[in-house]
């Protein structure tokens, strides 16, 4: 048994986000602060908000379709740890994107999202509430990095050690 093309798509898509707004984050944090900066922190966060928008269909579309059985020979303990891995990396998925706009809110730069949509400001400006924020933004992020490669070891170890086909009830099939 295999996710929905809808869970897949959202999954991989979510995937590719993260991938592209994790090193941006760390690449235009490093720069001066120049027209380019401001843009690339401008992708960054639409990025961000599409993650958490994305992330709320997910969860949506999984509230109202279960998740296939993991594999038969597959470990109680096994099984524990993988829904303990998702039900945190749907909270850091969730939480990195909120604390990017909370602190953007409170360093007092409003988040646009694609450039069309002004999103409200989550709390008022306040210069140590931002640099808090910001502080928990990054470790957020690093939290995040630390489970997805966590989650990509385990997908690999079930691909190529155990064998045992989990990582096919995740891939793009045909219609």
């Known amino acids: 048994m295999t996710y929905t093309r809808t869970a897949v798509v959202l999954h991989w898509t979510i995937a590719l986000l993260i991938f592209i707004a994790f090193p941006l984050g760390l690449y235009m944090h490093e720069l001066p602060l120049s027209p380019t900066r401001l843009q690339l922190y401008s992708y960054h966060k639409w990025l961000g908000i599409t993650v958490l928008l994305l992330l709320l269909a997910r969860l949506a579309w999984r509230a109202t379709h279960a998740a296939p059985p993991y594999p038969a020979g597959m470990a109680p303990w096994q099984r524990r740890a993988a829904s303990a891995v998702h039900g ?88």
């Open 88 to 175: 945190l990396l749907y909270l850091l998925i969730l939480a990195v994107p909120l604390s990017g706009w909370l602190m953007s809110s409170a360093k007092g730069v409003q988040t646009v999202w694609l450039g069309v949509l002004p999103l409200p400001d989550l709390v008022g400006k306040d210069k140590a509430l931002g640099e808090a924020l910001e502080e928990l933004h990054e470790i957020l992020n690093y939290g995040l990095l630390t489970l997805v490669l966590f989650h990509v070891a385990a997908a690999a170890k079930h691909q190529f050690v155990d064998r045992d086909g989990l990582l096919a009830r995740m891939r793009f099939r045909g219609s």
